[in-house]
């Protein structure tokens, strides 16, 4: 069954540095986004991204933050300058078309210290 | 700002019974409705969808809309250990990102 995968699934971090997280979604889906949640809070939304461009972003989604589709299959996230409130999972999902089911890979946990 | 409430719980069910569980939105231009499973420490795992009012059923699954009320349940028939995880509601409406609520913690009791 295809599924979304992300890599790593766990990453540590000294703060003020970059990180890059990446998504690999099914293969036929053309809607692709980050969420994160925060340990004990709801998942929250980042960005949506289609046709190659970031459709949808939230709040949280800042200058901090950037995505890419660096090639036909990989969605990479990319947190500059992490701070200690960046610690998270953060989540990639995939969707086949407008508000149609999400799928989430598993996740990778982001240790900031 | 468009909100999804959920009763964080925690639910507790015997094995067997029927597990309800509910959800309300706040925008009224919400189409889609999803609900997921997540176990701790997990990503969320889809169980079911539904767009259009009343019912429908997917196993031991039955997922209910009433767009008048705002309302969105879950009901899960012959509940069994393994159940017990956080159901979280989501919405979509004109942007396709999904709005999570904070989910409901239910606990079957063997």
């Known amino acids: 069954e295809p599924e979304v995968t992300q890599t790593p699934s766990h990453q540590v971090t000294q703060m003020g540095q970059e990180v890059i997280l990446r998504c690999v979604p099914i293969s036929n889906h053309l809607y692709f986004y980050w969420y994160r949640q925060i340990l004990g809070q709801k998942v929250e939304f980042l960005v949506s991204f289609y046709n190659n461009e970031i459709s949808e972003k939230s709040e949280i989604f800042d200058d901090q933050f950037s995505v890419e589709r660096p090639d036909g299959s990989n969605f990479t996230l990319k947190i500059r300058s992490t701070k200690l409130e960046d610690s998270a999972m953060y989540f990639c999902?995939?969707?086949?078309?407008?508000?149609?089911?999400?799928?989430f890979g598993q996740g990778t946990r982001l240790t900031v210290v | 700002q468009k909100e999804v409430e959920q009763n964080s719980g925690p639910l507790s069910v015997p094995e067997g019974a029927i597990a309800s569980l509910n959800c309300t939105y706040s925008d009224r231009g919400s189409q889609s409705f999803f609900w997921y499973r997540q176990y701790s420490g997990k990503s969320p795992e889809l169980i079911m969808f539904?767009?259009?009012?009343g019912d429908k059923e997917d196993g031991r699954f039955t997922a209910q809309l009433n767009k008048a009320s705002q309302y969105v349940s879950l009901l899960i028939r012959d509940s069994q250990p393994s159940d017990s995880a956080t159901y979280l509601c989501a919405v979509t409406g004109s942007a396709r990102q999904l709005t999570f609520g904070s989910g409901t913690q239910l606990t079957v009791l063997p």
């Open positions: 999902a995939s969707s086949p078309g407008t508000n149609t089911e999400a799928f």
């Open positions: 539904i767009y259009s009012n």
